[in-house]
């Protein structure tokens, strides 16, 4: 069946440094790939997604490549700051639902 | 700017208490969906309805119950709340279409604690 794998928390990064979150999946198809985040009291909101492979997904300086070959959605920015902490979600969708990965908590020290 | 609302941030209940958790979508989705968000768990669907008085089970439904009466509203019921239902409960909403292809907008979630 679909699923995501994406890498535990959490992460601890000092300002400006260099950001990956990996995510992996199986699906049925291609579907469209997602990453939310959410950041501390809030619900889940969109970061960014992809629609198609070799597309890429950006914003707010993150950046996600859709990689069909590897099953692959990994999150990166190269230049981390405080604002950024928060904990980011992979997400694919299924026949009738999302499957969301278990969540990877980023703190970003000044 | 679109919005999905959610009745409480924070709720308190006692064990075996009936318990509503209510939620509001601004952007005529025809999507709701209610998920459980737990520590090393993830998200995980408790119910989904996909039209007005419609409703699918999700992966954990049992001791929970839904209701749509109307498009933009989409309630969570807990019959008999119990200690293990303590959680933070978010709501979701999307278009109709393939599920595959659309974003889901979240509330701001309602963290749940049971006596």
């Known amino acids: 069946g679909d699923s995501v794998t994406q890498m535990e928390g959490p992460v601890t990064l000092s300002e400006e440094a260099f950001l990956t979150i990996n995510c992996t999946y199986t699906a049925t198809g291609y579907p469209s790939l997602f990453w939310y985040v959410q950041y501390p009291g809030e619900g889940l909101q969109l970061l960014l997604k992809a629609t198609k492979a070799d597309d890429k997904g950006s914003n707010k300086g993150f950046e996600a490549t859709y990689r069909k070959e590897t099953t692959s959605f990994h999150l990166e920015k190269g230049s981390v700051q405080v604002s950024d902490s928060a904990v980011y979600f992979c997400a694919v969708p299924g026949t009738y639902k999302y499957i969301f990965g278990t969540g990877t908590r980023l703190k970003v020290l000044a | 700017d679109v919005k999905v609302t959610q009745s409480s941030r924070y709720l308190v209940k006692r064990t075996g208490e009936k318990v509503f958790l209510e939620c509001v979508q601004d952007m005529d989705h025809e999507n709701m969906f209610w998920y459980r968000q737990d520590p090393g768990l993830g998200l995980r669907l408790i119910y989904f309805?996909?039209?007005?008085?419609?409703?699918e089970k999700g992966d954990i439904p049992e001791g929970y119950s839904v209701s749509r009466e109307k498009k933009e509203r989409f309630s969570l019921i807990l019959e008999s709340a119990s200690t293990n239902q303590t959680s933070m409960y978010l709501c979701?909403?999307?278009?109709?279409?393939?599920?595959?292809?659309?974003?889901?907008?979240f509330g701001p979630g309602t963290r749940l604690t049971v006596l």
């Open positions: 309805s996909y039209d007005v008085k419609m409703k």
């Open positions: 979701a909403s999307s278009f109709q279409g393939q599920i595959a292809y659309n974003e889901q907008f």
